[in-house]
């Protein structure tokens, strides 16, 4: 049961590097996500995709890009790393419309911290 | 820009007693999420609320929404330590599951 991957789990990077959260997931689910969650705050939305070859951005997309290639990988991409993109990254996923509701599920989270 | 307010942010309560956490959300939407996140790990699934009334329990956390008022409360019946986590409501307002607006989440430390 492995549900949505991610790797790292934590990382360190500098100022100015790029880096590359993997994400994946084995329920082959159609809706993708990536949130970041700043200390003591809820989640913001970053990017998210309904399917294989669709993204689109969320609520703070700015300094990060996304690809959706497959169905079960989204990798985010971190250009040009800053201090403020100093968070916690969830990578999510569910199974899109349905009058059944959409739960959602979350990954175990990435600690991303910039110096 | 929709705007999701949970309350209290922090809550301390004694085992064994019951409160209530307030959702309130500034646009319309019949879809709302209520999660569960214990420290430095992941966010739990509790309830999904599909319209207008919707009630769900689950042991003894029972979650309700009012979409006249826009509104969403976690009710907690008899506390006890297991329950200590912090409490999460996501609005969906397109009803499609692409975008989540969060509110801030609720602390909440049940004491012996």
């Known amino acids: 049961n492995a549900g949505v991957t991610q790797t790292p789990k934590f990382r360190i990077l500098k100022i100015g590097q790029s880096m590359t959260l993997q994400c994946a997931q084995d329920?082959?689910?159609?809706?993708m996500y990536w949130y970041r969650q700043d200390p003591g705050m809820g989640l913001k939305l970053i990017y998210y995709s309904v399917g294989a070859g669709i993204t689109d951005k969320g609520e703070v997309p700015n300094g990060y890009n996304v690809s959706r290639s497959t169905t079960e990988d989204f990798p985010l991409r971190l250009e040009l790393a800053a201090p403020s993109q100093t968070s916690v990254y969830f990578c999510?996923?569910?199974?899109?419309?349905?009058?059944?509701?959409?739960?959602?599920?979350f990954g175990e989270g990435s600690w991303l911290t910039v110096v | 820009e929709l705007k999701v307010e949970q309350n209290p942010l922090f809550l301390s309560m004694q085992e064994g007693k019951n409160y209530t956490i307030y959702c309130n959300y500034s646009?319309?939407?019949?879809?709302l999420y209520w999660y569960r996140q214990d420290p430095g790990k992941s966010l739990e699934s509790l309830f999904v609320l599909l319209s207008n009334g919707a009630v769900k329990q689950e042991g003894r956390l029972m979650a309700s929404l009012d979409t006249k008022a826009r509104l969403s409360t976690l009710h907690i019946t008899a506390a006890v330590h297991d329950l200590s986590a912090t409490y999460f409501c996501a609005v969906d307002p397109s009803g499609s599951a692409r975008q989540l607006t969060f509110g801030s989440g609720t602390q909440l430390t049940v004491l012996p």
């Open positions: 329920m082959n689910h159609n809706y």
């Open positions: 646009t319309t939407s019949d879809r």
């Open positions: 999510a996923s569910s199974p899109g419309i349905g009058r059944s509701g959409n739960t959602i599920y």
